[in-house]
């Protein structure tokens, strides 16, 4: 058992569609951590106050836990007054999580087809084979739109994360994939806890090969022949590759 303030308190920072809801299921399997998930998106509309509120309520945690460490999941869009979050966070001496996506292609067809599966379902995420999402075509200007929205919302997470000045690791979504229990490892060893394998009960909403869920590949492909985005295109990642 671990007192109050041997606890580590711990923050994993993401930019949206970068493996959040993949990193979270399997940091929740492990008994040593207690991790909630974007809770501050729920508390968005509620304003800056109830965020920290909440996150000082929280952070304190129980006076005695299984627990080593304690933590959260957030996109950093989601938080109301990054600057008071920041003092909070530097004040209690959190250890940083920075995940990212490397693909920027993918990031956005991600994103396009986790809406089209919130209509169809009601979910931004998928937990079961039983709603799989078709091909589809994609516009070419939607594409290109959720492509620079994206790409500035991972530099604005990866800002954050670094200039924070706290104990910091970067992790790719790209590696979760290709390693997922060498990358699960890395973070315990960052948190503090005993090496296990866990798994995660999230599931892809987008194939990794894009041909099978972009039905104008090709088209969208084309446009961008020639500029560092046109290798994210082919890219297919395999475990262990």
């Known amino acids: ?5 041997k606890l580590t308190r711990f923050i994993i920072l993401f930019p949206g569609r970068a493996g959040g809801t993949y990193l979270l299921g399997g940091l929740k399997g492990h008994p040593q951590l207690r991790v909630k998930g974007e809770p ?10 109830a965020q920290l509120t909440w996150l000082r309520d929280y952070y304190r945690g129980p006076l005695v836990s299984r627990a080593r460490a304690i933590g959260i999941l957030t996109k950093f869009p989601d938080i109301v007054d990054p600057e008071a979050t920041a003092e909070f966070l530097r004040g209690i001496g959190t250890r940083v999580v920075s995940l990212e996506r490397e693909n920027h292609v993918k990031t956005a067809v991600s994103i396009i087809r986790a809406r089209k599966l ?7 995420n998928k937990y079961s084979t039983d709603t799989e999402l078709e091909a589809f ?17 991972k530099a604005a997470t990866a800002k954050y994360a670094e200039d924070l000045g706290l104990p910091f690791m970067r992790l790719t979504y790209e590696s979760l994939l290709t390693d997922a229990d060498a990358s699960f490892g890395r973070v315990f ?4 806890a005993e090496p296990m394998t866990v798994t995660s009960n999230s599931l892809k909403v987008t194939s990794d090969d894009l041909r099978k869920s ?5 088209e969208l492909r084309a446009r961008y022949v020639g500029t560092p985005l046109e290798p994210m295109f082919d890219e297919v990642l395999t475990p262990g590759g």
């Open 1 to 5: 058992m671990v007192v109050r303030h």
């Open 214 to 218: 972009v039905r104008n590949f090709d």
């Open 189 to 192: 060893d960052f948190l503090g």
């Open 137 to 153: 075509d994609i516009d070419p200007e939607d594409l290109e739109l959720r492509l620079a929205r994206s790409q500035a919302r």
């Open 118 to 124: 919130k209509d169809a379902t009601g979910r931004w």
């Open 40 to 49: 501050l998106g729920v508390l968005a509309k509620k304003g800056a106050e």
